[in-house]
Every structure is written in C-alpha cells, then in structure tokens.
C-alpha cells in the first residue's frame, strides 16, 4: 500500500483514524478524509513511537498501527484504493461505478495495471467525480447568447448535421462521447446498432459508457503502450482525448496509480 496521506479519502483513512481514536490520539470522527487532524494524530502517534514523524502513513506506521493489509503494493484493484485516485469524490460513485468500468476493460482485453490506469486517468480529468457524466454549457460549445451547445450544431467533424445534433450529441458518459457520427460508428462497434442514435442519454448508462470508455482506450491499445513505455504521458492522453485537455489531473491519477499497484495487478 502506498503511502497515505493528508487529501486522501478512502474507507482505509477511516480504518487509520479508528486505530488512532483507540488508542487516544485522534478526537474527531473517523469520516475517511485525511485532513489536519488525521494528519496531527499520525504525528503524534509517530513521536510516541520514536517512528519518523511525517503525519503520513508509510509502511512502518501502519505496521505499528496493526493495520498490515495497508502495507506493500496492491494486486487488485479494489474501491478503496481507487477512491484515492478521486480526492473528493463521494465513495458510493466509485463503488457503484468501478465495476461497470472494469466489465468495459475485461470485455475489451484491456486487463493489465497500464490500461487500468489509463482508464482511471481518463476518467479523472473527464468527469473528475467517477460518473458518467453529460457535458456542461461552456464557452466551447456555446456562443454568448446562443442556444446550448449550438456551436456544436454545425460541427462538420463530429458530424452533426445542424440543430438540435450539438445539444442532442453533446459529451456523455465517462469519456464524454461527442458527435453524431461517434454516437453512431461506437454504437454499431458495441453491437447497439441505432440505440446511441435513436436516444443518446444511453451513453450515459454505466453499463455502456464502460463499454465506450474501454472501446477508446483499445482502439487506441498499441500507441498508448508505446507511449508509456517511453513514460510519455503527453502523449498517451492525447491518443485517447485528441490534445492536453485533462492532463494534469490525468497525470495526478495515473502516477497515484503507480504508486499503489503492484506491476502484475490483472483484472479479474
């Protein structure tokens, strides 16, 4: 496990914290958000322990802790270690969500830890809060006074056909799918036939926006291990999002990411 520390929110904060309250060093509710005092208590449970005192929970703090499963790189990947891929992101949205993301990858034969994490990466700096999500009204996509999503209208590209095609094929699911022509050519890719077209809302069905998510990422499959064989992350968001839209945040999650699994992680 790698280490915790303050900005993390997972259920295994709250374990630490529940060890910490046990053994008086911690005052407030367990919430499972590492914040100041968390951070306070470590210290103070770290000194107590002649441990080096950093407010984090590094291997050693949790050996002490008797909190054993919190140490060593993880070889599943399980909702408490993505909920610290998603700071601030309510627990149920990662429980509720991950499987559907993970059936899209199996499905796919994306199972390994590289395309796990492209996948989480993608969704961070997509949705940010691991839903499948629709677009909001921006300056992108909608000019000053206009309709929602009417420069979208006539975008020849996406190939939409003019209005209502920007509203009704705006960005949707955990990759924001766009465009008419993406809603159709992915539609008949997953076997849907016309049912992205005929009612879009559907890419925002979890079950289906794994299914496109993973879709993206092995259309893109061969690339994208180049590039991160070269460690070139740049390069492998811009595969899957077309530009640097998102990376920061995509980088944030992916190297957490990194940090947490152990390099034979497989999905099962």
């Given at each position: 496990m790698p280490t915790l520390r303050n900005g993390d929110d997972s259920p295994w904060v709250g374990e630490v914290q529940t060890r910490l309250k046990e053994l008086g060093h911690f005052k407030g509710k367990p919430d499972n958000d590492f914040g100041s005092i968390t951070e306070n208590a470590v210290r103070a449970f770290q000194s107590k322990k002649m441990l080096v005192v950093n407010g984090q929970v590094d291997s050693a703090t949790a050996d002490a802790l008797g909190l054993p499963h919190l140490i060593g790189k993880l070889a599943a990947a399980t909702a408490e270690s993505v909920a610290l891929l998603f700071p601030g992101t309510r627990f149920e949205n990662v429980t509720v969500?991950?499987?559907?993301?993970?059936?899209?990858?199996?499905?796919?034969?994306?199972?390994d830890k590289k395309m796990l994490l492209m996948a989480m990466g993608t969704i961070r700096?997509?949705?940010?809060?691991?839903?499948?999500?629709?677009?909001?009204?921006?300056?992108?996509?909608?000019?000053?006074?206009?309709?929602?999503?009417?420069?979208?209208?006539?975008?020849?590209?996406?190939?939409?056909?003019?209005?209502?095609?920007?509203?009704?094929?705006?960005?949707?699911?955990y990759i924001q799918l766009t465009g008419r022509d993406n809603y159709s050519a992915i539609g008949k890719s997953?076997?849907?036939?016309?049912?992205?077209?005929?009612?879009?809302?559907?890419?925002?069905?979890?079950?289906?926006?794994?299914?496109?998510?993973?879709?993206?990422?092995?259309r893109v499959e061969k690339n994208v291990r180049v590039a991160l064989e070269k460690n070139d992350l740049g390069a492998a968001r811009k595969l899957v999002n077309g530009g640097s839209h998102g990376l920061n945040?995509?980088?944030?999650?992916?190297?957490r990411g990194e940090e947490i699994y152990a390099d034979s992680l497989q999905l099962l």
């Open positions: 969500n991950l499987p559907f993301v993970t059936a899209g990858l199996l499905k796919a034969g994306l199972k700096a997509e949705t940010a809060m691991f839903l499948p999500v629709s677009e909001g009204v921006s300056q992108f996509n909608t000019s000053a006074g206009g309709k929602p999503f009417d420069l979208y209208d006539k975008r020849k590209d996406l190939g939409n056909q003019g209005s209502p095609d920007g509203d009704r094929f705006k960005g949707r699911g997953l076997g849907l036939k016309t049912l992205l077209t005929d009612d879009p809302e559907k890419a925002n069905d979890p079950g289906i926006a794994g299914s496109i998510l993973a879709f993206f990422l092995k945040p995509f980088r944030t999650a992916f190297l």
